[in-house]
Structures are given as structure tokens and as C-alpha cells.
């Protein structure tokens, strides 16, 4: 695993809101890489980052279980943040003591700051943060000092200055903290002395030599599918390896609808790319008949596309790589519990869906980005902003919007119900507001009442969210004229349904994918 130097390191000790700090030290121009909590002393030293962070975590550290970390990380000389669980941690690792406290803090406090810190530098003497815990410090290790307080907790923030060891209690990473961002101004510049060089650009301009020293000669065979990561995929492979790269597009049933005729079209006859559609619809459905369980969904489209390709690769000589378009939060949630305290979410079938033995080495050169990452990068491709801003689709596509088993029926079904989704989405200039908006078939039948006759038939659930990054989601509050309006046709247009419902739930404690 390489990293950029000047990097900054978050232990993941299963934080809702692990993520988020990646992402504001990345505002910051500074490259952040989420490791496993129980990442050795010896291979963070190998990664030579400039800082570590420990993120919070549900745990308490006296329970069992209680993911821990290497006591040796504390003595390799590098900047470390302990961040809610991550101080607690410290503090219990170090000699301090951790206990639960009769006076939990849930929400906005008044910090009070009492002592001087290159960590605290310039945020006056009270700020406003947010605290989100039940157990707090009692007694601080003896090389630390108390920096910061509240009204409920005597050591909001501490430090031992001259190891460049600090701990805080509160969250600098939300937004309900107004000072977060120039804590960790304070941290990732002033105590780590990282350089603000992380940029797409600069990520491109590594990315691309990266590519070529790797492959040489070989060819990469990528499955794009037309979304925006497989095509900024594309681009950046096409400009490192030029014709040994081979595209291929696989029709599995269920895709949008005209999305085939789409894909050719853009990157057969715009793009000029080395193009190969197959045609796999009835192997992906049989293997998929009768299936309903959404993780099983997801493994078995994850393996069939493996086959497919590697059956694709045995038609060409010198084919060594599959290319995907993994993302950061692909990886990000479909981390095993196993190997980390924060549980899985969804298989990703470009991630957890992938069998035991390929014949491919997987290629993925976007896999430390997020989404507004990956369409910086695509923006400075000169990907067009029909493609480059096109909403997220799932790998598995139309089989994890079709609650139970999938079949052509209502595979039908649900590609006029999505197409009036985008259609109308797009004629009141909401496609691009919002992240996502599609259209899911229920299991669900009801009765209704059409030219004054009896129907018992099923039912669409509209799910329209805005996000910056898919981490986190909300409902998007459209105009209740535009929901009538793709209400109507839904009903009016498409056979087999009588009744649109609109999905109101956020990310988290739902996700944005039904399945």
C-alpha cells in the first residue's frame, strides 16, 4: 500500500463518523488513508505518514472485546490526534483511567480552553463543539496536561506537547463543531507539518506513471458500465496504456432502460475506445432465479461478472489486469466485521462479491477517492458533464431495486417506472440536484380503483436523496407538484402498478440502495 508523503493516518475504531475525518483532511489538500484499529506499530512506520488519528468508536474500553491498539504506535515519533474513543484509548493504554460517567454528554457544549497548545492555536477561550459519549477521562497519563474543558468533563482536551500527543473528547470533524476545521488545520499544518500538495491534479499526475511502471506491456480488460466511475476509469487507463486497454461492456439484464444502445454509442463512436459488448442477460438471470436475498443478489452478480471476463481475457493474448471503478466508500462498507469494529453495510459486488480465485489481477485506480473525487478527476479528463455528472448506479443495477427474486416481468416493470423517474427528473431540472433518484418495485400488492374497476397490484417506492459523497444522504424535499406529476404517469403508464409511495428515510440509519 502507497501513500503520498505528508499523509495523515486514521486508526478506524468504528466511528460513524470515521469517514468524515478523511474527508476534511482532504479539504485540506493532505492526503488521509482509513487503516484497520489493530494496524501494527511496524506497518504504519512503513507508511511513513506524518500523523496518526485515532477516530471515536461505540465501544467502551473496559468492555470485551474492546478493539485496542498497538502500544507501540505511541513510540514511533509521530504526531497523534485521539478523537472521542480514540482519547479514551490513549488515556487507558498510557496509564490514565477511563470510566463511565453519571453525566453523559449527547449534543453541543461549551468548551472552555485553559492552557496553551499548537493544537488549540487561535480558537479564543470557549468554543462551541459536539460531544457524543457516555464514558470520560478521570486521570490523565503523567505526561499529559488538561488543555480544554466543560461544564461535564474536566478533560475535554489534552495534550503532552512535547511527544506531539493530543487527545480531545469532543468531534472537530462535524459540522456542529464551528472550529473543527481549524483544530485540524492546527494538527494536520502546525504539529504534523504536512505540505497542502493533495490535489486531483497532482493525483493524476502520480496515478497515471503509477499505471504504466505497473503494467508495462500487459493488457487491462474494464468492465465499464457507463456510471462515471468506470468511465473516469477509462480515461485515466486510456491515456496510461492507450490500446492495450480493452473496454468491455456487459448487457447482464439488468440495466436501464436504452442504456446498451447508450453505451455504444457514447464510447464506440465519441470516444473511439476499444469496445466489446457482451451480451450475458440470460446467464446472469438464470443464476439469479429465485434468489432474494439481497447479499446473495449481490455475490452472485459479483462472480458472474468475473466470469464473464475472464472468459472475455481468453480471447485476447498478454491480458494480466481487470480494471474496476471501485470507489473509497465501496470499500469503506463493505469492510468485514472481522477485520473492523464498525459492521458491514452491503457487499459491493466489484468488492465483497468477488470469488476466492481469479484469473485477473484486479486494477483499481480509484480506489482511495471519493465520489466528488472521482468527478474532479473526470472534470479534468474532459469527461463530458452528461457523463461526469450522471447519478450513481449500482453494480448489481436493477436486482437490488427489485425487492424479492428478479425476473423479466419485473425487470419491465421497473425499467418504464425508472425511466419516468429520470425523464421527469430531468424536464424540471432536478437530475443533477439531487444524488440520486430511481425508482424500486415492492413485494408489496394493494387494491385500487382504475375506470371504476377493481385492481390488486404492486406498488413503486420512490427514492430521491441529496448527498455530497453517498456517505450520508437526505430525502431531497422536491416540489409536491413534481412527485404528483411522476406519480400519475407511473400509474398511468406502467402496467402492473397502482400505487407510488416516496421513501422519506436519510443515510444513515437507511441506506440510499434498498438492498
Known amino acids: 500500500m502507497d501513500v503520498p508523503a505528508k499523509s495523515i493516518i486514521i486508526l478506524d475504531f468504528g466511528s460513524q463518523y470515521t469517514q468524515l475525518i478523511a474527508r476534511r483532511i482532504r479539504e485540506l489538500n493532505v492526503y ?9 506499530a511496524e506497518k504504519i512506520k512503513l507508511l511513513d505518514p506524518s500523523g496518526i488519528i485515532l477516530s471515536g468508536g461505540p465501544a467502551s474500553v473496559y468492555s470485551e472485546n474492546a478493539p485496542a491498539i498497538d502500544p507501540e504506535i505511541f513510540n514511533l515519533n509521530i504526531p497523534i490526534l485521539g478523537i472521542c474513543y480514540g482519547l479514551q484509548l490513549m488515556v487507558h493504554v498510557l496509564g490514565g483511567k477511563v470510566d463511565s460517567s453519571s453525566n453523559r454528554e449527547f449534543g453541543h457544549a461549551e468548551l472552555i480552553i485553559n492552557e496553551t497548545s499548537p493544537l488549540l492555536h487561535d480558537l479564543g477561550d470557549k468554543q462551541r463543539v459536539w460531544m457524543s459519549h457516555s464514558d470520560k477521562v478521570l486521570s490523565i497519563p503523567s505526561e499529559f496536561e488538561s488543555i480544554a474543558e466543560t461544564e461535564n468533563t474536566r478533560h475535554a482536551a489534552i495534550a ?7 487527545g480531545i473528547q469532543f468531534h472537530p470533524e462535524v459540522a456542529h463543531t464551528p472550529c473543527g476545521m481549524k483544530l485540524l488545520h492546527n494538527f494536520v499544518f502546525s504539529v504534523c507539518g504536512c505540505a497542502a500538495n493533495w490535489s486531483m491534479s497532482s493525483f493524476i499526475e502520480t496515478t497515471i506513471p503509477d499505471m504504466q511502471s505497473k503494467i508495462k506491456n500487459d493488457k487491462v480488460i474494464l468492465g465499464l458500465s457507463g456510471g462515471v466511475d468506470s468511465s473516469v476509469t477509462a480515461l485515466l487507463l486510456q491515456k496510461a496504456i492507450g490500446d492495450n486497454l480493452i473496454c468491455v461492456f456487459v448487457n447482464n439484464g439488468l440495466l436501464r432502460s436504452g442504456e446498451p444502445e447508450f453505451i455504444e454509442e ?3 463512436n465519441r470516444f473511439l475506445l476499444n469496445l466489446h459488448v457482451e451480451n450475458a442477460s440470460d446467464q446472469f ?5 429465485g434468489i432474494t436475498e439481497p447479499e446473495s443478489k449481490r455475490k452472485i452478480i459479483g462472480h458472474e461478472f468475473i466470469e464473464v471476463f475472464n472468459n472475455v481475457a481468453e480471447r485476447f493474448k498478454n491480458v494480466v489486469y481487470l480494471a474496476q471503478g471501485t470507489t473509497y466508500p465501496d470499500v469503506i462498507e463493505s469492510v468485514s466485521i472481522n477485520d473492523n469494529p464498525s459492521a458491514v453495510i452491503k457487499s459491493h459486488h466489484n468488492v465483497g462479491g468477488l470469488p476466492e480465485t481469479m484469473n485477473l489481477e484486479l ?4 480506489r482511495t477517492l471519493f465520489k466528488d473525487e472521482v468527478r474532479e478527476v473526470g472534470r479534468q479528463l474532459g469527461l463530458p458533464g452528461e457523463l461526469n455528472w450522471r447519478q450513481p448506479f449500482p453494480g448489481p443495477g436493477l436486482a437490488v431495486r427489485i425487492i424479492g427474486a428478479v425476473d423479466k416481468v419485473g425487470l419491465d416493470v421497473l425499467r418504464k417506472a425508472d425511466k419516468i423517474v429520470h425523464d421527469e427528473m430531468v424536464r424540471a431540472e432536478f437530475y443533477y440536484r439531487v444524488w440520486q433518484s430511481f425508482a424500486v418495485l415492492l ?3 394493494s387494491v385500487g380503483v382504475m375506470g371504476d374497476e377493481r385492481t390488486y397490484e404492486n406498488a413503486i417506492a420512490l427514492r430521491i436523496v441529496e448527498s455530497s459523497d453517498g456517505m450520508t444522504a437526505d430525502w431531497a424535499r422536491l416540489p409536491h407538484e413534481l412527485l404528483s406529476k411522476i406519480s400519475n404517469r407511473i400509474i398511468n403508464e406502467v402496467h402492473g ?3 407510488v409511495c416516496y421513501d422519506i428515510s436519510s443515510k444513515p440509519p437507511g441506506t440510499i440502495e434498498w438492498e
Not at 32 to 40: A, E, G, K
Not at 363 to 366: D, F, G, Q, W, Y
Open 32 to 40: 488521509s488513508l482509513i487503516v484497520r484499529y489493530n494496524t501494527s
Open 160 to 166: 503532552d506537547n512535547s511527544k506531539k500527543i493530543f
Open 266 to 268: 457514447v464510447f464506440s
Open 285 to 289: 438471470l438464470q443464476k439469479l432465479e
Open 363 to 366: 486494477i483499481e485506480p480509484l
Open 443 to 445: 413485494p408489496v400488492r
Open 497 to 499: 402498478i397502482n400505487r
